[in-house]
């Protein structure tokens, strides 16, 4: 048996696209009996070689219906018709205690209210006793979604947001970032990102089977506020498919200990600091979330991602094919028993605990016997592929009935039994620490790593902070991105309850040549800029841009790659109405930026290039 995974939705999402576009040949239709023949012939064409019989020829009604008759209309084929619900398998990883998959009618393009909404026929996948048309607001919750009616549904409207979030998440993914963007992430369903994205951390790359994505804890919010545990989500972004044909969205509530659960719960000196400078408290929230484990969170992000690998499409099978229990055709036999044990029961290949297990039986299957042990603790059952045709079942997990004039059949020999190993001396405590890159230029990052066994705690934190709040695993990692030198400590509790330590530095070298620069723009294509004010941006050394687009202010965060790679994420923090023109250039100037692939620092001189080589824009050192 095969392993289909959800890339079998591209193959039905083909044959789809091609019924679709087959035009289907025209039937002839009959017409109506009553209907009157033509009688009399219209002339021949002069064009026609062959002459005109002397005396019209009388036209069928038949075929003048034929000629007439328009072509059978067809039934489109919709999402759901090649992607079943019921064929969708999901391992929740023990978080949730039953799921369901729902097949979504379409839902209209509309934006006459204050939430634009539309979606074509879709997927979801509730949890908990939930539907698709129960769910809640800030539910668990995952979509699976045909991207391209998506964008064609939004398109038609003329809306491009939805495909200009496609094409975003497209552009991340493909990077494989081992971080995101601090706020302003694309996010879809437009449905479920109803306010600004104003956090975003523990961005990672996911690479399943046959497909991809992003995912990372994030909140919307209406308003700057005190961050909390309050509409926090894990959030995750990914495509099926070579061309990105289905859009998988999950989004599941999460929590840390790190965080206050309410607003009520923030004491009045944080409160205070906050309200002082809202956006810089919400970045150096993010900084810490940043620096917690995938187990500092509830759910632990690493099971939520295990949960969304889990998605298959057709279900499992094996190469070796399992022991079959064959079902009696009609009706229990005179002698049967049923499982009775909440985990099933083994079926063994002779009756004791030393034979080895063929299988299990689950709870509640009925399996017919012929035959008991010598000592009536053992039922023997039919079994296919077992030795001597049957398997053993212990009979204090199942419930028996007719066994009176079962025989007593023998097993086979007990298995040579395998010595006992000689036990070995208390493991002494294995500890590691150590990191990838000791040295790195300002606005890297490098990964911590550490490997530790045989001990009681252990906890990775930079020197002088608090240690408790940095609890660690075994076996783990962190990525790190100081913007100095700094040292970072594991600190190791052993089995005795002695105390250890091992350190490494991280030597930063002031390498970035656009930390701690001002421009203002210069050129801005063959338009030239507005008079006035023109657009300005300055690169912070760790790795924030912020400036000022011609109307409003925005920042976002900016990554350095190979000799002159640059990438930026940006968005506006102020909402300032201007006049068109200026709107529209401020548009310009800001898609530009999304654009920026490499850059060019000549004297005092600053160009940002597309990924082609294309000049954006330049600008002029302050």
């Not at 759910?299 to 064959?326: C, F, K, M, R």
Request: proline share 8%; charged share 15%.
């Amino acid at each position: 048996m095969k392993k289909y995974t959800l890339m079998i939705l591209i193959v039905l999402l083909a044959a789809l696209v091609v019924a679709c576009q087959q035009q289907p040949d025209v039937v002839p239709t009959i017409a109506p009996a009553e209907e009157t023949p033509v009688t009399e012939a219209t002339a021949a064409p002069e064009a026609v070689a062959t002459e005109a019989p002397a005396e019209a020829t009388e036209v069928p009604a038949e075929a003048t219906a034929e000629a007439t008759a328009p072509p059978a209309v067809q039934p489109v084929a919709q999402f759901c018709d090649v992607v079943d619900p019921t064929l969708i398998n999901l391992n929740t990883q023990g978080i949730y205690s039953e799921w369901q998959a729902d097949c979504v009618a379409a839902t209209d393009y509309a934006d006459d209210t204050p939430d634009i909404r539309g979606l074509p026929q879709h997927i979801t996948i509730t949890f908990d006793g939930r539907a698709s048309d129960t769910h809640q607001a800030g539910e668990p919750i995952i979509y699976i979604i045909p991207a391209a009616a998506y964008r064609d549904l939004w398109d038609a409207a003329q809306n491009p947001l939805v495909g200009e979030n496609l094409d975003a998440l497209t552009r991340w993914i493909g990077r494989r970032p081992s971080a995101v963007s601090p706020q302003n992430m694309p996010v879809l369903p437009i449905e479920e990102a109803r306010a600004v994205n104003d956090l975003a951390v523990q961005g990672q790359f996911l690479e399943f089977d046959e497909w991809e994505g992003i995912r990372f804890v994030a909140r919307f919010a209406q308003d700057p506020h005190p961050l909390t545990n309050e509409g926090l989500r894990y959030i995750f972004q990914g495509f099926v498919g070579a061309n990105d044909e289905v859009l998988v969205a999950a989004f599941f509530p999460v929590t840390t200990a790190h965080l206050p659960a309410t607003i009520e719960e923030i004491s009045a000196e944080d409160m205070a600091v906050i309200e002082a400078d809202p956006v810089a408290a919400l970045a150096l929230s993010g900084v810490e979330l940043n620096a917690l484990t995938d187990a500092d969170w509830q759910p632990a992000l690493d099971v939520l991602d295990a949960l969304v690998g889990s998605l298959q499409y057709g279900g499992t099978e094996t190469e070796e094919e399992e022991v079959e229990i064959a079902p009696t055709p009609d009706g229990p036999p005179a002698a049967y028993a049923v499982v009775t044990g909440a985990a099933g029961v083994n079926v063994r290949s002779g009756p004791s605990t030393a034979f080895s297990s063929l299988g299990v039986a689950p709870f509640g299957a009925e399996l017919e016997l012929i035959g008991r042990s010598v000592d009536n603790n053992w039922w023997a059952t039919p079994l296919n592929g077992a030795p001597n045709g049957r398997g053993w079942v212990s009979a204090g997990f199942v419930e028996s009935f007719n066994t009176g004039g079962l025989p007593v059949v023998a097993g086979p020999p007990l298995p040579t039994p395998v010595p006992s190993p000689t036990p070995e001396p208390t493991p002494s405590a294995q500890t590691a620490f150590w990191v990838d890159r000791t040295q790195i230029d300002q606005g890297q990052c490098t990964t911590l790593r550490w490997s530790v066994a045989n001990i009681q705690a252990v906890w990775v934190y930079e020197v002088g902070q608090s240690f408790e709040q940095f609890p660690a695993t075994g076996d783990g990692s962190r990525q790190v991105c100081p913007s100095a030198t700094t040292t970072y400590e594991m600190r190791v509790q052993l089995r005795d309850g002695s105390i250890t330590t091992q350190r490494v530095t991280v030597n930063v070298t002031p390498g970035n040549r656009l930390a701690n620069t001002n421009w203002v723009l210069a050129n801005i294509g063959p338009a030239g800029l507005l008079p006035g004010r023109p657009p300005t941006i300055s690169f912070g050394v760790g790795n924030y841009v912020e400036g000022f687009s011609g109307c409003n202010t925005f920042w976002g965060n900016y990554s350095l790659f190979g000799t002159d790679g640059l990438a930026m994420s940006v968005g506006t923090r102020s909402l300032v109405a201007c006049e068109e023109d200026v709107t529209a250039q401020e548009q310009a100037f800001l898609s530009a930026l999304h654009s920026t692939g490499a850059f060019t620092i000549n004297g005092n001189e600053l160009t940002l290039r597309d990924s082609g080589g294309v000049e954006l824009l330049r600008f002029l050192r302050q």
